[in-house]
């Protein structure tokens, strides 16, 4: 049996580093086999399924991929998320331009 998907072979390439090098992202693995050790992502893929993916009918995938920014732009910037009090981009204080 092999390594949860967060810990697969495409976490561990020479992209995937030289990605997260070029962004300043530090990557953290999780345990095998115990999704509840990355619970947050695990809700989110949760509610990505229920309110984008499944929530109506699309007649194509491209339909469907073609929904997903304007859904982001909904979950992230209008709806309210009860463990931020808010939505989530009242959080960020880095955005580009808030700073002189």
């Not at 049996?1 to 992202?25: F, H, I, K, Q």
């Not at 050790?37 to 989110?44: D, P």
Request: aromatic letters at 12%.
């Amino acid at each position: 049996m092999s390594e949860e998907p967060d810990n697969g072979s495409a976490y561990r390439s020479y992209a995937w580093r030289d990605a997260c090098t070029l962004l300043g992202v530090r990557h953290k693995r999780t345990r095998p086999y115990r999704p509840q050790t990355n619970g947050k992502i695990e809700r989110f893929h949760r509610t990505l399924a229920d309110g984008w993916a499944y929530a109506r009918f699309y007649g194509s995938e491209s339909e469907r991929r073609a929904a997903l920014p304007a859904w982001l732009h909904t979950y992230n910037h209008h709806r309210h998320h009860s463990a931020v009090g808010a939505a989530p981009i009242s959080r960020l204080n880095n955005l580009p331009g808030h700073h002189s």
